[in-house]
């Protein structure tokens, strides 16, 4: 699944379709970036801050749950944070990179629907995630999301490089 | 995570922006926050260094970097000014950007002086757009792009570009979290 960059040059069909069409050119590139890591690199980290490329898949699935089911749609969700132990990513030894592979993308599916169905000005139901705080509408939410993204996919960028000098967007 | 900023100390506002040039302020006054927070405290060769080899990034290179891409996105697309030259292009060197980021002192205040007055002249044109307009369409190359489109893009332009940041400065002196 390889996700040209949404030029802003190139023609979309709505303002909701910039932001789901970057959402899938970076999880492309998430997934790019992973290819072809083996098992000790996916789980292990080149960095003194300790986080490691299977933990940030993981990661980035919990926060597009967080900010469009448990945020946006207000749903109640029984663990919203499975990506964290001990304030730390967290992905246990029997997760599997398929596993957690085919979970983001059925998160992205999600979040399809869910822009799909609303207006971009609608604000999301209060909830859980609000903490009593006025929910945000859709559009800030997603801008949130595909900046939380682009700075993710930066240091996955970083992280590939310096495991195996692959380069490239 | 240690080193990290104290609440005091960070100049960015999370206010909640209402509406949509707000909101593109909002983000974007913050990541150029964010850069210059990551350069912060760094001598001229803390600035240049490669920290994360065998890339040749540098936060200096990225500084040069942004101030092209400003000057790219805000004065030539947006504005129509392509007389002047890009910045930090070579013919010779089309990543000149990044290469020629040296641990020159000369080089850094040139770096930093041309980011910040692209940043000032983006802000200027800026506050003259109407929220009506964002969706205007502007002729660029053989084809268009809306004003909104180009923000959005700018904007994760820099968070990527955060991010490449987050780890170049994580590898020079330890500091992370911003």
Known sequence: MSVPFPEPTSLVASHAEVFLTYLDYFRS?????????????????V?????????????????????LVWGFEGKEV????????????YVAPEESLGQLVEDLLAQAATTRLIVESHALQERGRPGERWDG??????ERVLFHLVQEYARHIGHMDVARELIDGDVGE | MSNVWSAGEDPRTYGNPVGEKATYQEYLANYRL??????????????????????????????????????????????????PPRLYKREDDPDWDFAGATPDPVVV??????????????????????????????SFDAGTVSTRDVLVHVIEEYARHAGHADLLRECIDGRTGE
Request: glycine share 6%; with cysteine.
């Open chain 1, 29 to 45: 590139v998430l997934l790019k970036k992973i290819d072809g890591l083996s098992e000790e690199k996916l789980r292990q980290s």
């Open chain 1, 47 to 67: 960095l003194p801050s300790g986080w490691s490329p299977i933990e940030l898949v993981k990661h980035l699935r919990c926060v597009e749950m967080r900010w």
């Open chain 1, 78 to 89: 029984s663990d919203p944070w499975p990506d964290r132990r001990d304030h730390r990513w």
């Open chain 1, 133 to 138: 705080d006025q929910p945000a509408t859709l």
């Open chain 2, 34 to 83: 964010t850069i210059e927070m990551k350069c912060s405290g760094l001598d001229a060769e803390q600035l240049a260094e490669r920290s994360v080899p065998p890339s040749t990034l540098s936060l200096l290179g990225l500084i040069r970097h942004l101030a092209q891409m400003e000057n790219h996105w805000f004065q030539r697309v947006l504005q129509g000014r392509t007389d």
């Open chain 2, 109 to 138: 205040d040139d770096a930093l002086a041309t980011w910040k007055g692209e940043i000032a002249k983006a802000e200027e044109w800026f506050d003259t757009v109407k929220e009506g307009d964002l969706g205007r369409e502007i």
